[in-house]
């Protein structure tokens, strides 16, 4: 145990008192104080959600506490999602609330029992004359934490202000089920979240939570309302939802929500928790529920760990990744309610499952543990046959039908010679074929020898390059019937004559490298890279007929699409992102501009491309730097080549800059094709990190994408799509094993199983 005999607490929220409570139990003999600026019964919101994991964790480390929650607890395990006047409920969820006051009382009455000193109306003293008095300093002062600013420059905290206003009020009784209720109003669409947390002796109670885009507040008159009108405009504008009851306000302002990082959580003797370390958007969960189980980490690392310093870096290791998977679930959840209106016209059904896997912690396959009859119901509704999962639908573009969702991710492999494809492609991209997927995509293939990645880059400029695709085409077709197979066509532009990735990615060549041009004279690597030449009128028209010479070959070769690369910095992309297209001709400037090479190109290609024959184009959506393109630049760019004749927007993102900074995480880029797709109406290929059946099938029905796209799942297994039919259960002509590999459909027995099981045990 680390020797922390003096113990202060700076905050009385819900995670300081629990934090006090359970490190004075564990040591007696500890002097705790805790200080709090506000009365005893002074309490801001009304009822807080905690999860059955974080009621196990109170449970096992303070059974008095875990009682006390118990007896108050309201409990209920279904959602309510009105749409449009139609209410559509799932069950099978399971929820626990009570009211934030009440949980209060609970750990000032657990903390005077143990002996931790409360200091209410009292302003704690700065954290760092409080290291100096004290063993440990526990910082739980909130969102706004004084500690955590006055230390900035140790606990480097990143703030991010998001888009909706929200205020939090009651409603005088209980709601018999979380509800999501939808205004569509003049002003814009406004959303109510709402849950019970008291239903006994003492009085029924809800928490309703009214959000909305800045803008919808703005102009629905909040902003000159105070507190009693504003919960009054609130009551009348879902007024369906309350049954015509009033709203009840407590220090209720209209906030803007605000998510914390910090890049450290500790700081010599003092700790952060709770929303003074990291945030999480209420629509995922209560802050609540992360305060207390940074409480109970906290606790467990100082009992198991002999040296502080140990300890509060044990703390941090182990919830760090915790939390930062919470709040990524948060912000897909976020952002979702931030686009609500863009799903406002889906079928009922999609809608509400869309809202139920929003943050994509619920998925089909869990939905469909707990509420089948639901699921089957959205399965009905998407167009899936009896048996048959999302993925293994079929999807028609243009002539091509493509027999289910699955797309192999164009990979580069750069193991082409003089630009031929050989036999390396013939069995990467036969294998992914004969592994069931219902489009497989080429590598960028390259329009010319200076339009290469590196020396091992295929591509498209010579009539050995032909021949060596129709090879690939010839086989797919063959021995894998039913599969599509297309190629995606560019130019490296600024990122080209490098070396192959394994000796080292975005490395100049260090011989026999050639001239690069981009839409400006900006080097990808600045101090690295080559600068390249800025393209003139006669250069630009000469790569728009390499593209053209490019899509005749490809014809010939006899792909079933053509993908045209606009994404990933290169050549055309460089033209599309502000940040690489400095231009003052008419090719630069407004994004009107910038998109008019990349549309002369498109066109050309379509020109020649077969009528019957579908064309997509690959964007990055987000630049993930400062000033690059945005979201919303994306939506038009997507815009453009629709209406250009494009008939499927690849959604991916950066690899534009060299400075971008990247949210990782599962499904990390879906939200970009969820935008293009629900604001424009136009099918789209979602990428980036979608890694199991389960998340294809989710995406799918919550209309977020038509197709998704893998890469490294294909690279670990060729046959993913067919292990996934036979995970599902799902034998059928979406996908077809080969007849040569039949026999291996059914997963090999693994070790022995003629063991006998016991019949007895005795005691």
Known sequence: MARVPRVAVIGGGPGGLYAAALLKRLDPGREITVWERNAADDTFGFGVVLSDETLGGIEHADPVVHRALQAEFVRWDTIDIVHRGRTLTSGGHGFAALGRRRLLEILHERCASLGVRLRFRTEAPPAARLATAYDLVIAADGVHSLTRETHAEVFAPTIITHRCRYVWLAADFALDAFRFEIAETEYGVMQLHGYPYANGAAGAWSTVIVEMREEVWRAAGFEDLDERRSAERCAKIFADALGGRPLRANASSWSTFRTVINDRWSHGNTVLIGDAAHTAHFSIGSGTKLAVEDALALAACIEERSELPDALAAYESERRPVV????????????????????????????????????????????????????????????????????????????????????????????????????????????????????????????????????????????????????????????????????????????????????????????????????????????????????????????????????????????????????????????????????????????????????????????????????????????????????????????????????????????????????????????????????????????????????VNSLLLAGRTDLCALARPHLHDPQWTLHAAGAQGYEGPAAPWPLPYRAGSRTPPAGRTDDPRPRLTLR
């Open 324 to 695: 930062e998977s919470t709040q990524r679930a948060a912000a897909a959840s976020l952002r979702w309610f931030e686009e609500l209106a863009t799903y406002t016209d889906q079928p009922p059904r999609q809608f509400a499952f869309g809202l139920l896997t929003r943050s994509r912690r619920v998925t089909h396959d869990n939905l469909r543990l707990r509420d089948p009859g639901f699921t089957r119901a959205v399965e009905r509704d998407f167009g899936c046959p009896p048996g048959t999962p999302p993925m293994f639908t079929p999807f028609r573009l243009r002539g091509l039908t493509l027999r289910n969702r699955v797309v192999v991710s164009p990979m580069d492999m750069y193991s082409a010679v003089d630009g031929v494809p050989g036999d390396f492609h013939l069995v990467h991209l036969g294998a992914r074929a004969l592994g069931g997927a219902g489009l497989v995509m080429t590598e960028m293939v390259c329009v010319s020898p200076e339009g290469r990645v590196t020396p091992g880059c295929a591509g498209l400029y010579s009539r050995e390059q032909g021949d060596g695709w129709r090879r690939v085409t010839d086989f797919v077709h063959a021995r894998s019937p039913g599969t599509a197979i297309g190629v995606q066509l560019g130019h490296a532009g600024r990122k080209g004559a490098t070396r192959v990735m394994w000796e080292g990615m975005d490395e100049p060549l260090p011989v026999g490298g050639w001239p690069l041009v981009a839409a400006s004279p900006l080097p990808y690597h600045p101090g690295v890279s080559e600068i390249p030449h800025q393209l003139d009128r006669r250069q630009l028209d000469t790569i728009r007929e390499q593209f053209t010479a490019a899509t005749r070959r490809a014809q010939r070769s006899g792909f079933d699409l053509l993908e045209l690369h606009c994404a990933h910095g290169y050549l055309l992309s460089g033209f599309l992102s502000p940040l690489t297209n400095r231009r003052t001709d008419a090719y630069g400037g407004s994004l009107t501009a910038r998109l008019r090479f990349p549309l002369e190109v498109f066109d050309a290609i379509r020109a020649d491309w077969p009528d019957d024959r579908p064309m997509t184009v690959r964007i990055s959506a987000t630049d993930w730097a400062p000033g690059g393109t945005t979201p919303e630049d994306a939506v038009e760019i997507a815009r453009a080549f629709v209406a250009h004749g494009a008939d499927a927007i690849d959604v991916s993102t950066g690899q534009v800059v060299v400075d971008e900074r990247p949210e990782f995480g599962r499904s990390y880029q879906t939200p970009f094709a969820d935008l293009i797709r629900n604001t424009l109406s136009v099918p789209v290929i979602a990428v980036g990190a979608i890694s199991s059946w389960d998340d």
